[in-house]
């Protein structure tokens, strides 16, 4: 079965606090890994992929385990512009968007 | 602009009564895909297209239908909608890169919000 697992939240932390999100997959024909990011009934963003060494953007560090089949994501300094539900996407297809799979989310609130 | 859109952004209609709705993308993407959310279910696939003429079923095809009669445009087309229809309805479009890592960037719509009566 075909599954992403998240913790729903919701986190709800202090601006400047670090705070950590996790994500499990369950098919490990899986291809390659993905957080996205999305506002209140907005569309979803690409936040950034997940590389096998590990990769930063800013505040923002994607970790990726493949022997555990684990996914995750640190933010670094919250902001109150951080505050967002926040989606592990993995595929598991051979070509982009032929088999995305989705977790349900997690709501992050960053408060002043 | 590079941009996804769709129309209507938002659909109140009744049972069975047939309706349409348009998605387009100008980034010469080949692959399009529609995606239905709903809360505490998230995001979930209903059809894709890797090009023209090639569709295939994503996880909760059953009510739609799709076509792809241009690179650019991607319908989803509900043929006798039901009030289980009713969500949130994404359309997505995406290229893949061609160094390693592939990035996959997932293009979205701004969401199409069904109501069905």
């Known amino acids: 079965r075909k599954e992403v697992e998240q913790d729903p939240g919701p986190f709800n932390v202090p601006e400047g606090a670090t705070v950590a999100f996790n994500c499990t997959y369950s098919n490990s024909a899986s291809q390659s890994f993905f957080w996205y990011r999305q506002d209140c009934r907005k569309e979803p963003k690409l936040l950034m992929s997940v590389y096998s060494s590990g990769n930063e953007d800013g505040r923002f560090t994607a970790q990726l385990n493949r022997a555990s089949q684990y996914i995750s994501l640190l933010i670094r300094d919250s902001k109150l512009s951080d505050s967002a539900t926040y989606l592990c996407?993995?595929?598991?297809?051979?070509?982009?968007?032929?088999?995305?799979?989705f977790g349900k989310g997690t709501t992050l609130s960053v408060s002043s | 602009e590079a941009q996804v859109t769709q129309n209507p952004r938002y659909l109140i209609t009744v049972t069975g009564k047939k309706l349409t709705v348009t998605c387009s993308q100008n980034m010469n993407h080949e692959y399009m895909s529609w995606y239905r959310q709903d809360p505490g279910l998230g995001l979930r696939q209903i059809y894709y297209s890797m090009n023209v003429e090639v569709t295939d079923k994503g996880d909760v095809p059953e009510g739609y239908k799709v076509s792809r009669k241009e690179k650019r445009n991607f319908p989803l087309i509900l043929e006798s909608p039901s009030p289980n229809q009713t969500s949130l309805y994404f359309c997505a479009s995406s290229f893949r890169s061609s160094g390693i890592p592939s990035t996959d960037t997932q293009y979205f719509g701004p969401g199409t919000r069904l109501t069905v009566l």
């Open positions: 996407v993995v595929n598991i297809g051979e070509q982009a968007g032929t088999a995305l799979i």
